[in-house]
């Protein structure tokens, strides 16, 4: 067995967009807890410190979210209160909260996405489809931290010569957040050109220009791949038989525990607890290594 991080880039693009893909489209309640339960603890197996840093701001949108809806709409036939004689229902305070879960759980799998799919899988993955795309898709994707970490470094040493952003009269800021801005993009001008010449100094662009790759497709890449396939193909039977249909307005529908619905959930719960099953099967079987040894 094998960490998430050391499957094939096409087994670790295809699960994530499985999931995601479902994800944004389901509303049933019990699907969106199993894959916002999935979500949270593989981002957190994943990321830890970050995964903790993103919870001060992330629970407050839900709860902002969940308010916002039922003072915007107010469909539903269960109304608790009337705000300038319009009714605040229980259906889209329920509904509001469903869609900030599912929220959530989207932004928490592409923060997984983004720690195991990186730049140089991402494009070994996409270079022979679409060679500058995946380049164009790779550099972006690493400016994102790379501008926050330099621009971190940049209001480190303004602070240390007195031209701290945070603090001072208000023209002080902006002096201050105006020289910081200035600098930050003298940088990316400079990292730029360096990038431009790096890629012309390593033959980018020229014809039979040759790449090298310590990806290999193995057999457990094989079965992976082949049971998010299974698992995939049968949430699509289950969305196109109407299994996973759930409805809010005006009332909510009812939840029958019947063959179809057992079956769908626990193929779902199956596919949004693979991450977790991999890295805590790897964990345990380091630490046995480690206790042998």
Not at 124 to 141: C, E, G, N
Not at 251 to 257: G, K, L, N
Not at 264 to 279: K, N, R
Request: a positive charge; charged letters at 15%.
């Amino acid at each position: 067995m094998k960490s998430l991080h050391d499957f094939h880039p096409l087994v670790i693009f295809s699960y994530f967009f499985a999931v995601i893909g479902l994800t944004m489209f389901y509303m049933h309640p019990i699907l969106l807890i199993l894959s916002f339960t999935g979500a949270t603890v593989t981002s957190f197996l994943l990321l830890k410190k970050s995964f903790l840093k993103s919870i001060k701001w992330l629970l407050p949108f839900m709860l902002v979210a969940a308010i916002l809806n039922p003072l915007l709409i107010h469909e539903g036939e269960t109304a608790i209160l009337y705000v300038n004689e319009q009714p605040i229902t229980v259906e889209a305070i329920v509904y509001g909260f469903a869609a900030s879960v599912m929220l959530i759980a989207i932004i928490f799998w592409f923060s997984a996405f983004n720690a195991v799919m990186t730049s140089d899988k991402f494009l070994y993955l996409f270079t022979k489809v679409s060679p500058a795309v995946a380049l164009l898709i790779s550099l972006t994707m690493r400016l994102v931290p790379l501008f926050g970490h330099q621009i971190k470094k940049i209001m480190y040493a303004q602070r240390a010569i007195g031209m701290d952003p945070s603090s001072g009269s208000v023209w002080h800021r902006i002096k201050a957040g105006t020289r910081i801005l200035s600098i930050l993009i003298s940088w990316a001008l400079e990292n730029a050109i360096e990038t431009a010449d790096s890629m012309k100094a390593r033959g980018y662009g020229l014809k039979g220009r040759s790449t090298f790759s310590l990806f290999r497709f193995d057999r457990l890449d094989g079965i992976a791949l082949s049971g998010i396939f299974i698992l995939f193909i049968i949430q699509l039977l289950c969305s196109y038989f109407g299994w996973n249909e759930f409805y809010y307005y005006p009332t909510f529908s009812p939840i029958v525990w019947d063959g179809p619905m057992i079956f769908m959930t626990i193929s779902y719960g199956i596919l949004v607890s693979l991450p977790i099953f991999i890295e805590v099967l790897e964990a345990f079987k380091w630490r046995s290594l480690k206790s042998i040894n």
